[in-house]
């Protein structure tokens, strides 16, 4: 006898496979599904025939498998349109980028198109392709348009890849992959829901003159990345954003700034917040008197001598705060050098509660990796390298587990 999870029993999930060498993870897939109760229904893209065989997915799911849109047989038996909304769940595994332009362009030209125009449940994709077309502006554009109309995503990883290349765009694993399909079949009180959460992200630029500015390298994916995880985890979220080439996660509030005094003021109009994350790289200095015309170079003058000032320290302000205060207030120190003695320093001085120290000196800015010490002060916890959305989850669920 099979063990079964209770949380599946009689629900039931339709499986679209896509054409991607990683549809032969499906079969592990519906494996796992049918031993927690889940029963999988499963429709083939004819791409997808070249890497699985229907009769092997069959074999493991022990129900038809539909390739066809116009099979008179499977129409009979059981039309497109009952079979997307017989089903508790429409899962897209693996889900191409061809299988995401469809859907996010509204087309309906083949069985699984058309199913999925055709659902009136929720649906779950499973990305898988090269890097390259991941990162494809029309890519971006099609998943910031399925995150709108309230598609879920699970993955994609970053790894090797079949085609040889290394970097975002390997399909999640089986079990990423059911976790993610019982959490939205048994949907389960998120977390931080009804907690108010402020995070800061990205530069600041401080203006020398008209056309230039004091900023740094911050592309502000960490930042982003805890924004999108803890509005995912049922927060209210708030993200001030300096300059950054980002799109805004699903259910964010984005209030955008540019310099270190917007910022500040932007902060401080954002009441009875649970979690602050000050996590914006902001920039340490600002110049005095910036010159309100372009500072021209002359053959002959020397170079313009500019004075500085500090910028607003945005952290120890908010954390210095009488009324008001978030309960929850956590700092980033980026270091070059002494990370862990430096962002002790730093959790004392600026009266946080938290302090999660990287050290920048290995170019993380840019990248989505990270590799974090986790500082309160209860000591310091160092976390292995992670890529940003995984940190972002850590420090989210560890701010939960405070926050109770």
Request: aromatic share 4%; glycine share 8%.
């Amino acid at each position: 006898m099979r063990a079964t999870s209770s949380q599946g029993i009689g629900k039931s999930v339709l499986l679209i496979i896509g054409g991607g060498i990683a549809a032969y993870k499906c079969l592990e897939l519906i494996r796992q599904l049918s031993k927690r109760g889940i029963t999988t229904r499963v429709i083939m893209t004819k791409a997808a025939e070249q890497f699985v065989t229907p009769l092997s997915v069959v074999s493991l799911s022990g129900e038809n498998v539909f390739t066809d849109l116009f099979s008179l047989t499977d129409e009979t038996q059981m039309g497109h349109i009952e079979l997307s909304r017989s089903t508790d769940l429409v899962v897209v595994a693996p889900a191409t980028a061809d299988l995401m332009a469809k859907m996010a362009a509204g087309l309906a030209v083949d069985l699984a198109s058309t199913t999925l125009l055709a659902t009136d449940k929720a649906v779950l994709l499973a990305p898988a392709m090269n890097v390259r077309m991941w990162h494809h502006l029309a890519t971006a554009r099609n998943i910031t348009q399925l995150k709108k109309d309230g598609i879920h995503f699970v993955g994609p990883n970053e790894g090797d890849m079949a085609c040889g290349e290394f970097g975002l765009g390997r399909m999640a694993e089986p079990m990423e992959i059911v976790a993610a399909i019982e959490s939205l079949l048994s949907p389960r009180i998120q977390p931080l829901t009804g907690r108010r959460v402020l995070i800061t992200a990205g530069p600041t630029q401080e203006a020398i003159d008209p056309v230039r500015y004091i900023s740094n390298r911050s592309s502000g994916k960490q930042g982003y990345a805890l924004a999108e995880a803890a509005a995912n985890m049922g927060a209210d979220v708030t993200l001030v954003s300096g300059p950054v080439a980002l799109a805004t996660p699903l259910g964010v509030r984005r209030v955008d700034v540019t310099t270190a005094d917007e910022m500040l003021v932007a902060v401080k109009q954002i009441p009875n917040t649970d979690l602050a994350i000050f996590c914006a790289a902001v920039a340490d200095w600002k110049v005095a008197n910036p010159a309100r015309q372009k500072l021209k170079k002359n053959d002959a003058s020397e170079p313009p001598s500019l004075s500085f000032v500090p910028s607003p320290d945005i952290l120890k302000s908010v954390a210095g705060l009488h009324e008001g205060r978030p309960k929850i207030i956590v700092g980033f120190a980026a270091e070059t050098e002494n990370v862990i003695a430096n962002a002790k320093a730093k959790l004392k001085s600026k009266g946080c509660d938290i302090i999660i120290a990287n050290d920048v000196s290995e170019g993380v800015f840019g990248t989505n990796k990270n590799v974090v010490h986790f500082v309160s002060a209860k000591g310091v916890e160092s976390w292995p390298e992670l890529s940003k959305s995984e940190v972002a989850q850590r420090v989210l669920a560890a701010c939960a587990g405070l926050l109770k």
